[in-house]
């Protein structure tokens, strides 16, 4: 009897015995599919590897924005740059074929390492929103050192590592061989990861974004009441710190909920096709493609939103000598123009001159003017959230 099964599954899960479906053999898609997203890919990537390398530089060659909370948006810049290096071609490649190209290694390590770097990224961006709490609304409480910061970092590589393993665990490389073509895919345990899911996009979209509004939330409630007791005074010089806080923190919010929300709709309709064993559409497969493609977005605007906003790493961005030598020559090639153009003689020289050296003064009489104002205005140093919220630029 045991012989008689042994030998009926062997003959039913030979597939060399059958043709695969002719009409579903496609081998790649079409070259103008396959360009198209290739063209949208490369300048996102070449736009947010540029832009992780920068912040990363700025903050590892200069000594001023060595900060604690700096060193922790460099960890964040790190994943999102080795995620835009490594993730995006993978997922390309695993888009353009029918059958799975990057063997057994790549089954393993495609979703795992996609899942270490978004995690660690999102973790550091839950940490620098806390830091930037503990700054603004706690600032009785210890800070953030370089050695917590180190224990952070640590920390949050090893959360995403251990977060990732299911993905390398619970898929497997599987190879069919039927009379007319050979099947090679990458397949999941459908057991463990549409749970798993649900986890993940927990860690990745709702926790970080229940930290960030709670923290940012918090900080834009304690910005109006410093605004309040300052007006209570009737004292001209006007509050301009609570507009432009909330203005970040709209961006920082509406940008991580717009990239990040497809994804999770993604999770929960993976889960409605893993459980009704329905066939995979056309919009499905769109919309899957679209998802993917925002959360990479997402890794490339990251270093805008927390470096560039900054006025810190504007500033140290443009003392870059690169950047300075093309600036240079712009400028060169701009006062020769100039002085084609005009001929400007001497004369016209001097009253340049004269004229810069009175706006000079004037100006620098009401920077004066505007520091006495603001010292009579605070009897008491700790009673400004101008170093708090100033003294590393607020994101």
Request: proline share 4%; glycine share 4%; aromatic share 12%.
């Given at each position: 009897m045991a012989d008689?099964?042994?030998?009926?599954?062997?003959?039913?899960?030979d597939f060399?015995?059958?043709?695969?479906?002719?009409?579903?053999?496609?081998?790649?898609?079409?070259?103008?599919?396959?360009?198209?997203?290739?063209?949208?890919?490369?300048p996102l990537i070449a736009f947010g590897l540029y832009g992780n390398f920068i912040l990363i530089y700025l903050i590892v060659?200069?000594?001023?924005?060595?900060?604690?909370?700096?060193?922790?948006?460099?960890?964040?810049?790190?994943?999102?740059?080795?995620t835009?290096?490594?993730?995006?071609?993978?997922?390309?490649?695993?888009?353009?074929?029918?059958?799975?190209?990057?063997?057994?290694?790549?089954?393993?390590?495609?979703?795992?390492?996609?899942?270490?770097?978004?995690?660690?990224?999102?973790?550091?961006?839950?940490?620098?929103?806390?830091?930037?709490?503990?700054?603004?609304?706690?600032?009785?409480?210890?800070?953030?050192?370089?050695?917590?910061?180190?224990?952070v970092i640590g920390c949050t590589w090893l959360a995403g590592v251990i977060l990732a393993l299911p993905l390398a665990i619970y898929r497997v490389y599987k190879v069919r061989i039927w009379r007319n073509f050979t099947e090679r895919y990458c397949k999941e345990n459908t057991n463990v990861l549409p749970k798993?899911?649900?986890?993940?996009?927990?860690?990745?979209?709702?926790?970080?974004?229940?930290?960030?509004?709670i923290c940012y939330t918090a900080i834009f409630i304690k910005l109006d009441r410093y605004e309040k007791r300052v007006?209570?005074?009737?004292?001209?010089?006007?509050?301009?710190?609570?507009?432009s806080v909330a203005k970040t923190?709209?961006?920082?919010?509406?940008?991580?909920?717009v990239l990040r929300l497809p994804f999770t709709i993604l999770v929960v309709l993976r889960a409605k096709y893993y459980a009704t064993d329905t066939t995979v559409d056309s919009g499905m497969k769109l919309f899957w493609y679209i998802s993917q493609y925002l959360m990479f977005v997402n890794a490339a605007v990251n270093p805008i939103i927390y470096g560039y906003n900054n006025e810190n790493f504007r500033r140290a961005y443009h003392q870059i000598s690169w950047i300075n030598r093309t600036k240079t020559k712009r400028i060169h090639r701009c006062f020769y123009c100039d002085f084609i153009k005009r001929k400007n003689t001497n004369n016209a020289t001097r009253n340049a001159v004269?004229?810069?050296?009175?706006?000079?003064?004037?100006?620098?009489?009401?920077?004066?003017?505007?520091?006495?104002?603001?010292?009579?205005?605070?009897?008491?140093?700790?009673?400004?959230?101008?170093p708090q919220v100033d003294g590393e630029g607020f994101i």
């Open positions: 008689n099964t042994t030998n009926y599954s062997s003959i039913q899960f060399s015995q059958w043709d695969f479906p002719a009409e579903r053999i496609w081998l790649h898609k079409s070259i103008v599919n396959i360009s198209w997203k290739i063209c949208t890919f490369v060659t200069t000594r001023s924005l060595r900060s604690p909370t700096n060193m922790i948006i460099a960890n964040m810049a790190l994943a999102d740059f080795f835009l290096l490594i993730c995006p071609t993978m997922f390309m490649i695993n888009d353009f074929y029918q059958n799975y190209q990057l063997g057994g290694v790549g089954c393993k390590l495609e979703g795992f390492l996609v899942v270490v770097f978004l995690i660690t990224a999102v973790l550091n961006l839950s940490a620098v929103s806390y830091d930037r709490l503990t700054a603004i609304v706690l600032p009785q409480e210890s800070r953030l050192t370089l050695r917590g910061a180190q224990i798993y899911w649900y986890v993940l996009i927990t860690v990745l979209v709702w926790l970080p974004l229940g930290i960030m509004l007006l209570s005074r009737e004292h001209p010089l006007s509050v301009s710190y609570k507009r923190l709209f961006i920082v919010v509406i940008v991580f909920v004269q004229e810069l050296e009175n706006e000079i003064s004037q100006s620098t009489a009401k920077e004066t003017k505007k520091l006495e104002e603001t010292s009579q205005l605070y009897g008491n140093p700790n009673d400004s959230l101008v």
